[in-house]
């Protein structure tokens, strides 16, 4: 049985025309859902029964289970269970500017980066879209907060579900569905440079953004092995054709990890990778982990990496520290239980 939070609109107006009624009735449906945010088909007050009944038959409506919860300074995390028994995170992120969702899309990861909770644990399946949507509803449902961003930065590869991910951000950018605009929805990516290259055909106009982490191919292949298959001067190229055909600007995420990538050397050699892009640096404090030996760069070596990146005409920030206490660090709580 197909799970109804897992189809867009135009699914459901293709749905109603195949069983005999009005495509009209798949923006009744979906008000229900998104709007009024009825639990069951019994709720559908204004849909005849018999078309309750076929529904019910079809489709399920079937959420997700909260297993734990951890709440810190502007940063609640959850450990969710899926109908199969594998278990996914998100977390919400209360910044002045809105609520900021970040959802999981995988259950576990292949791309294998060295400094990263959810590497260890192998990927185990891609998360059905409705999987995706429902870590928006249970969120909003259990703080009794509309969620105004949504940022694909958890568990998985977005790019590696890639179809499923397409999907999702339709549904919830749809203005009868959940309708978050689409400048405030962010894919993440190590860079997979074919779906980056999908991307730039699909059209969608949400942010795009890469996690880049070294400056330079021997210490991205390193630490990252996505690098091997794809190298820094493919993906450079491949993102010159994001920018060039999109207008849009490239967001790098750069997490900085002590005696690692944090030596004034990457800042320079960062500096001239990126030079002349329409792109921006965020800079990220490592979450540091019982399970990788990796530590934290100093606030010294963050504020020094800002300088040089700057003085190169680098847009850059420094992320504000998030879930330090919430075992933030991506997949940890995961691994945890």
Not at 210 to 225: F, Q, T, W
Not at 238 to 267: G, H, P, S
Request: charged share 30%; with cysteine.
């Amino acid at each position: 049985m197909k799970n109804i939070y897992g189809k867009t609109l135009e699914d459901l107006e293709e749905y109603f025309l195949s069983i005999g009624e009005k495509k009209f009735k798949a923006i009744q449906v979906y008000e229900w859902i998104y709007k009024k945010r009825c639990n069951s088909f019994d709720e559908m007050s204004n849909i005849k029964k018999e078309v309750i009944q076929k529904l019910k038959q079809d489709f399920s409506m079937s959420r997700i289970k909260l297993v734990k919860k951890q709440i810190g300074n502007d940063t609640k995390k959850y450990l969710f269970e899926l109908e199969d028994g594998n278990k996914i995170e998100a977390v919400l992120m209360l910044h002045d500017y809105g609520n900021s969702l970040c959802i999981s899309t995988q259950v576990g990861c292949n791309m294998n980066c060295s400094f990263c909770e959810s590497g260890r644990l192998k990927k185990q399946r891609n998360l059905e879209v409705h999987e995706m949507v429902v870590q928006i509803l249970e969120v909003e449902r259990l703080e009794n907060i509309r969620i105004s961003h949504v940022v694909l930065m958890g568990i998985g590869e977005p790019f590696d579900n890639y179809e499923n991910v397409i999907k999702f951000i339709h549904i919830i950018n749809s203005g009868k569905g959940i309708d978050i605009g689409a400048r405030h929805i962010t894919v993440s990516t190590s860079g997979i440079i074919p779906k980056i290259k999908e991307f730039i055909k699909d059209g969608k106009q949400v942010n795009l953004a890469v996690s880049l982490h070294a400056p330079n191919d021997e210490l991205r292949s390193k630490i990252m092995p996505v690098n091997k298959a794809y190298p820094l001067k493919k993906l450079m190229a491949a993102l010159d054709q994001y920018i060039k055909e999109t207008n849009r600007r490239v967001t790098f995420e750069y997490i900085m990890i002590k005696d690692v990538n944090d030596a004034e050397k990457c800042a320079y050699e960062l500096s001239k990778l990126l030079k002349g892009k329409n792109c921006y640096v965020n800079l990220i404090p490592y979450n540091e982990t019982s399970h990788i030996e990796y530590q934290r760069s100093p606030k010294e070596n963050i504020l020094k990496f800002y300088d040089i990146l700057k003085k190169n005409k680098i847009n850059v920030t420094i992320r504000r520290e998030f879930g330090g206490n919430v075992s933030a660090a991506c997949g940890q709580l995961r691994a945890n239980s």
